[in-house]
């Protein structure tokens, strides 16, 4: 049994010592076919799909920076030099829009001054109020051309130096849907303001159902129009003449800014320093085709006529 033992581990050393110098003989003799050694990797390519461009996020962008623009003192540029101030890419030049309850907006001159120069100025109302900052809570872009949002526009007083400098007032609410052309700009949107005249009554202390109040404020737009609009944009022969017809008109709320009210020709009286000749006739005898009395719900329902495409399409995904 010794031997025989013996005899099996000596053979099992002997072929494996053979084993290991054939490997080593292969690895040390030159090989016709071998592989050149690599220093380094060739360069490659290889095939890549474009990234698709992330279309959510370019209409919030631009959303966000549309309200952006209403913040003070960031509307005041706009004010002064109207449309040539706002940057490119947020608005086509085609731009159509709603706002309730404010009426309808068929420019581009017409839709800025809607964002931009109705943004209240601190130096404008008796609250010294102005919108400080925005945060769109909701939004949704389910498709390239269309998005919804809510906003929430935060409202305090303006007066640097004193104590109450920006103190929170109350904020601010549009909803709106927007349509966006090819290049990503604003093309259509339909917008509302919800209660906004219980944010001027609490803003301002402005109790536009009280006589006391009414008759100061027509005083005002009628004071205001006689500065703003002179010469061929001249609507009054003179302020007593601008109150006794005012006067006689109603007086209208903020939640119903469409028609031949006061209410009305108070939120054209802003716009006419952005561009007189076009406003003035709003706060004028007349209404300039602006503040007039359009039967219910033409105003609000006038899709077609406004976007061009039957009601129901045009801010839908297609």
């Known amino acids: 049994m ?5 005899f099996n581990l000596t053979s099992l050393a002997a072929r494996t010592w053979a084993l290991v ?38 209409n919030f ?22 449309g040539a101030a706002v940057p490119r890419g947020l608005f086509s030049q085609d731009v159509v829009g709603r706002v309730d309850p404010v009426g309808n ?25 102005a919108i400080t900052g925005y945060q769109i809570t909701e939004f949704s872009s389910q498709c390239r051309d269309v998005a919804s949002s809510v906003v929430y526009l935060y409202c305090s007083v303006w007066n640097p130096g004193q104590a109450d400098h920006l103190k929170p007032l109350p904020p601010l609410k549009q909803v709106a ?32 159902g009280d006589a006391a109040y009414q008759a100061a404020s027509i ?27 005012l006067s006689a008109k109603p007086y209208g709320t903020y939640d119903e800014a469409w028609g031949d009210n006061i209410v009305c020709r108070s939120i054209h009286l802003v716009l006419t320093q952005v561009r007189p000749d076009v406003h003035c006739p709003h706060v004028g ?13 033409e105003n609000y329902f006038s899709d077609e006529e406004l976007y061009g495409q039957p009601a129901g399409e045009t801010f839908m995904c297609k």
């Open 21 to 58: 110098l054939a490997l080593a003989l292969f690895l040390l003799a030159p090989q016709a076919h071998a592989l050149p050694t690599q220093t380094a990797w060739p360069p490659h390519s290889k095939s890549v799909r474009p990234q698709r461009p992330c279309f959510a996020q370019r």
């Open 285 to 297: 005898p007349t209404g300039g085709g602006k503040c007039v009395d359009i039967a219910y719900p």
């Open 61 to 82: 962008n631009t959303i966000s920076r549309i309200y952006n623009l209403t913040v003070y003192p960031n509307n005041v540029p706009i004010i002064q030099a109207g």
């Open 177 to 208: 849907f927007w349509r966006f052309d090819k290049h990503g700009a604003v093309l259509y949107y339909d917008a509302w303001i919800p209660n906004l005249n219980s944010w001027v009554q609490t803003t301002t202390a402005a109790y536009v």
């Open 2 to 6: 010794l031997r025989r033992s013996k």
């Open 219 to 245: 005083e005002q737009i009628c004071g205001g129009t006689q500065a703003r609009c002179t010469g061929a944009n001249t609507q009054w022969n003179s302020t007593a003449e601008c109150v006794a017809a």
């Open 105 to 129: 907006f068929t420019s581009f001159e017409d839709s800025i001054e809607y964002f931009f120069a109705l943004a209240p100025l601190p130096t404008g109302n008796a609250a010294e109020a």
